[in-house]
């Protein structure tokens, strides 16, 4: 079965460049999930994606953005990297994951993305 | 306030010992999910169980169980007869659907080490 796909898997970048990184969902999933998972720390939750409309937030910097496009690939764009940015990012996707009234639909993770920040 | 709490960091037993994972959670929901998610050493999550806030049976599945109990807000996680490729870090996780939609709040982890 197709699995979450992230790109790069690794990357390293100086402090003050920015990066990109890339997330596929599952076929016919509809809502994307960031989250960064710093050096022994649990991941934490940044932002989501429901339908090419942000859906949630968290605590996400404001130097980072995201979207989501049309075929729901999502992006999440870093700029002005500093070292506190080296982290695992994982992106997750689901079918439908915004309603509590409708029951939790499972979030499937993707393998991260390593930033090193250098 | 921390909402799920892993209070053991490190766990090292030996192969062939039973290990309880512990983790409490809190919320004010009374809809909400409860995970465990394994990360190895090659740094991927791999989902382990879902349970929701109206389920309180305890589940088995191979050496895994899980004890949920909604009177002490804990959900903790127990390997039988565990193996060396148990070795991961072991993450709780929340997801309080009626106050934070489907996001997911993990606990700190434990780090447990079996050693042969």
């Known amino acids: 079965a197709a699995g979450v796909i992230q790109s790069p898997r690794h990357l390293i970048k100086e402090k003050r460049e920015t990066a990109t990184l890339k997330c596929y969902p599952i076929?016919?999933?509809?809502?994307v999930y960031w989250y960064q998972q710093g050096p022994g720390q649990d991941p934490q939750f940044l932002i989501s994606?429901?339908?090419?409309?942000?859906?949630d937030k968290g605590s996400i910097p404001d130097r980072f953005s995201a979207q989501q496009f049309s075929d729901y690939h999502s992006e999440l764009n870093m700029s002005s990297l500093e070292l506190g940015d080296s982290a695992l990012y994982f992106c997750?996707?689901?079918?439908?994951?915004?309603?509590?009234?409708?029951?939790?639909?499972?979030?499937?993770f993707g393998p991260g993305t390593r930033l090193t920040v250098l | 306030a921390q909402k799920v709490t892993q209070a053991q960091t490190e766990i090292s037993v030996v192969e062939k010992e039973d290990v309880t994972l512990d983790c409490v959670y809190e919320?004010?929901?009374?809809?909400?999910?409860l995970f465990w998610y394994k990360q190895p050493p090659s740094g991927e999550l791999v989902f382990l169980i879902r349970?929701?806030?109206?389920?309180?049976q305890n589940e088995i599945s191979g050496r895994y169980s899980w004890n949920f109990q909604k009177s002490t807000s804990s959900f903790n996680f127990t390997i039988t007869a565990s193996q060396v490729v148990d070795s991961a870090v072991y993450f709780c996780?929340?997801?309080?659907?009626?106050?934070?939609?489907?996001?997911?709040?993990f606990g700190e982890g434990t780090q447990l080490t079996v050693n042969p």
């Open positions: 919320t004010r929901d009374t809809t909400y999910y």
């Open positions: 349970r929701n806030s109206f389920d309180e």
């Open positions: 996780a929340l997801s309080e659907i009626e106050t934070s939609g489907s996001r997911l709040t």
């Open positions: 997750a996707s689901s079918l439908d994951g915004t309603s509590g009234s409708r029951g939790y639909n499972e979030q499937f």
């Open positions: 994606f429901y339908e090419k409309m942000q859906s």
């Open positions: 076929p016919r999933h509809d809502t």
